[in-house]
């Protein structure tokens, strides 16, 4: 919790000492008003005084009360200020760090786990500074003010209010050994729950064709009673206390006025005895101060411990530094060779993996040049293609881009170079045209006209300009209102608009009939000519004209070449070509070459 005061700015700091200042203020006032009942108590009782007295003694307690409730408003006031200011650049700042992770660091949180703390955890934390900045300062300077003035007083009273302390302070650690461990498990509880339901949503397609709505409701309800069960357990802890308080502040009252019918029992005057029940009366009133000091910090431990926690994890967040560090070129050297993408015996495996994905893959792409990637499911063609952008980064080995190390560039400058299009077409909430001239790139506009060139590339001119609006028509998240093959030539388009010397295709064709396959790549070749391609995909017809075509295998080179070489060299390769076209059509020179 320390660091989160730490984000604290001056404006923040005078807020806190103003809210300090009038803490101050209202427990003074707060301890005068006993003073003023204990001048009317005896006033009253003895009989002395005129009502003029009394009536001025009451003004004054009113004056008091008031004057309370304007510096706990103040207060208020003061720590909202500070409670949001400081959420919101907790927010910003997770934001920030999560932005800059890589897939390993999102990978080890998990997405449901990041969403859980950029929000819920945060929550917390602010619930815990809006309430505890007036309840932390508060309580102790109460306490502390009330009891000196209990101690001036009969040694008996001070006596039970003692032993009512104690009562207190022993149920509130009881309390808080046996429950805040279990606050830990309930933000972990939360990520689960939010993970189950991210999934049954994002899946919701699949779950109803297999009629599996049963299993993710019996799914979802065993998270959902685990974290019912959890927070049942420290919600009825924690429901203990306000009746334990209520007993303990009724039994001191009691204890009070018994003790003190027996010390006016023994005095022998009635001036006596009615100056002893004034002070029975202010005594209640600090009495009550002390255990009204004592629920404030009940309040407290009912909220403080789940913010540890959650403050706790928001600090792992913000601690962990991303693997994928900045280079320090923003940009190529002078006479570094354009648009040549190099793998130097790259092995890969993923961060806690025993097994490499990839094996000492090496090959070279010249600028202009195509080179594919194809194998089996898992052969780690993929894998390769992340290592371009650093995504992750090479375990043995080194990735040049433009002759340069890849780890050397700037993260900017090197995705300045690419135009990325995934194996899953990622759209945003926006219109289309917001969604082709996604990003930024130093050095280069993106114009309305670049926009419409780069969807007619994409093969996306026609089903665009139908749609409402056009090119300013709206993409839902996720682009829920266009067909997968769309959502593809939209991520295409988006990548053609950048004009990148690489281009990486991540089998972004597979959702691509067979002619809107061809008529793109043709489409490509002609208006991209200059720039590399590297790309994956399951077709052999999709990279039957590639420049260089890599055979993976379990994450082995084994094979290298045209086509018609690999045809002729490579086992895996014929085995994968004669799977998906028929020998005549393997002899022909192809639908890309036709079209190139």
């Not at 019912?228 to 006025?257: C, D, E, K, N």
């Not at 043709?522 to 052999?540: M, P």
Request: proline share 2%; glycine share 8%.
């Amino acid at each position: 919790m320390l660091r989160v005061f730490k984000t604290l700015k001056w404006r923040e700091w005078i807020f806190a000492v103003l809210s300090v200042g009038f803490i101050v203020l209202q427990v003074w006032l707060d301890l005068t008003m006993p003073d003023y009942m204990e001048k009317i108590t005896v006033l009253a009782v003895s009989g002395t005084g005129a009502g003029g007295e009394i009536w001025k003694n009451g003004g004054l307690m009113l004056a008091c009360a008031l004057g309370s409730a304007l510096s706990s408003v103040v207060v208020g006031f003061f720590v909202a200020r500070i409670a949001a200011a400081v959420s919101f650049r907790l927010r910003s700042r997770v934001f920030e760090r999560v932005q800059g992770y890589s897939m390993e660091e999102i990978n080890r949180f998990s997405t449901a786990s990041l969403i859980t703390r950029t929000t819920n955890d945060i929550q917390q934390v602010q619930m815990v500074i809006s309430m505890g900045l007036q309840v932390m300062i508060k309580a102790p300077i109460l306490a502390v003010w009330a009891i000196c003035k209990v101690v001036a007083r009969n040694w008996q009273w001070s006596a039970a209010t003692a032993v009512a302390v104690g009562v207190m302070l022993a149920m509130l650690l009881v309390i808080l050994i046996a429950v805040f461990p279990k606050f830990r498990r309930v933000q972990k509880l939360t990520d689960n729950l939010n993970a189950v339901t991210r999934e049954n949503l994002t899946g919701v397609r699949v779950v109803r064709a297999y009629n599996a709505e049963a299993y993710q409701q019996e799914k979802f309800e065993g998270a959902n009673l685990e974290l019912t069960r959890t927070q049942l357990f420290t919600a009825r802890a924690m429901a203990i206390l306000i009746p334990v308080m209520t007993m303990v502040m009724s039994g001191l009252t009691l204890a009070i006025y018994w003790i003190g019918a027996y010390l006016i029992d023994d005095l022998p005057t009635g001036a006596e005895r009615s100056v002893l029940f004034g002070q029975m009366s202010a005594f209640s009133g600090y009495a009550m101060q002390v255990v009204m000091a004592f629920m404030m910090l009940t309040m407290i431990f009912i909220v403080l411990p789940r913010a540890m926690v959650s403050a706790r994890r928001i600090g792992e967040v913000l601690d962990t530094e991303t693997s994928i560090r900045d280079g320090a070129l923003t940009a190529s050297p002078a006479g570094a060779p354009f648009g040549t993408v190099e793998f130097r015996h790259v092995s890969f495996k993923y961060p806690d993996a025993g097994e490499y994905v990839l094996h000492d893959l090496s090959f070279k792409a010249e600028a202009g040049q195509t080179v594919a990637f194809i194998g089996s499911t898992g052969s780690g063609k993929s894998t390769a293609l992340n290592l371009v952008p650093r995504f992750y980064d090479a375990t043995e080995g080194e990735v040049l881009v433009d002759g340069v190390n890849v780890k050397d560039y700037t993260l900017r400058a090197l995705h300045d170079k690419i135009g990325y299009v995934p194996q899953r077409a990622v759209l945003f909430t926006g219109t289309v045209e917001s969604n082709v001239a996604y990003g930024e790139k130093d050095g280069h506009e993106f114009t309305e006209q670049g926009v419409k060139d780069a969807v007619h590339v994409a093969q996306g001119t026609e089903f665009v300009e139908k749609m409402e609006g056009g090119y300013k028509a709206h993409v839902a998240r996720g682009g829920t209102n266009v067909s997968g093959g769309q959502k593809q030539r939209l991520a295409i388009a988006r990548a053609v608009c950048r004009k990148p010397e690489i281009y990486l295709f991540d089998d972004s064709f597979s959702a691509l009939d067979y002619k809107t396959d061809r008529d793109l790549r043709s489409a490509l070749r002609r208006e991209t000519g200059g720039a590399t391609a590297l790309i994956v995909a399951q077709r052999i017809g999709t990279i039957r004209d590639a420049d260089r075509i890599v055979v993976l295998d379990e994450g082995r080179v084994v094979g290298q070449g045209t086509h018609e070489e690999l045809l002729r060299t490579c086992e895996v390769y014929r085995e994968i070509a004669y799977s998906q076209l028929s020998e005549e059509e393997l002899k022909t020179d192809g639908e890309g070459k036709d079209n190139g």
